[in-house]
Nanobody, 116 residues
Framework: QVQLVESGGGLVQSGGFLRLSCAVS????????MGWYRQAPGAQRELVATITGGGSTNYADSVKGRFAISRDNAKNTLYLQMTNLKPEDTAVYYC??????????WGQGTQVTVSS
């Protein structure tokens, strides 16, 4: 059974930074495509960053140049480094497989709040 546990969220000022973590069990992040999603209040869940098994990354236009997805294969953990945060980045952030891949049970997510 795959388990995803997100952490690292918090309250930051506009322009600040955070690093989110997703501890993964049940699959190997080194060979499986993974992604970070976010869901703002009243909005649909949005895929913001992906990393393939081969290590290629892709980003939504809204976060390109500010967010970086990475992984630590030894720790089987996925990361999202977020810089120059904006109030519109406020959301609950989740990790899971990208669209088009087998989805896993969603974790509890981690709240990111950016104040102006």
């Amino acid at each position: 059974q795959v388990q995803l546990v997100e952490s690292g969220g918090g309250l930051v000022q506009s322009g600040g930074f955070l690093r989110l973590s997703c501890a993964v069990s049940g699959i190997m992040v080194s060979i499986n495509a993974m992604g970070w999603y976010r869901q703002a209040p009243g909005a649909q869940r949005e895929l913001v960053a992906t990393i393939t098994g081969g290590g290629s990354t892709n980003y939504a236009d809204s976060v390109k140049g500010r967010f970086a997805i990475s992984r630590d294969n030894a720790k089987n953990t996925l990361y999202l480094q977020m810089t120059n945060l904006k109030p519109e980045d406020t959301a609950v952030y989740y990790c899971n497989a990208p669209y088009g891949f087998q989805s896993y049970d969603w974790g509890q997510g981690t709240q990111v709040t950016v104040s102006s």
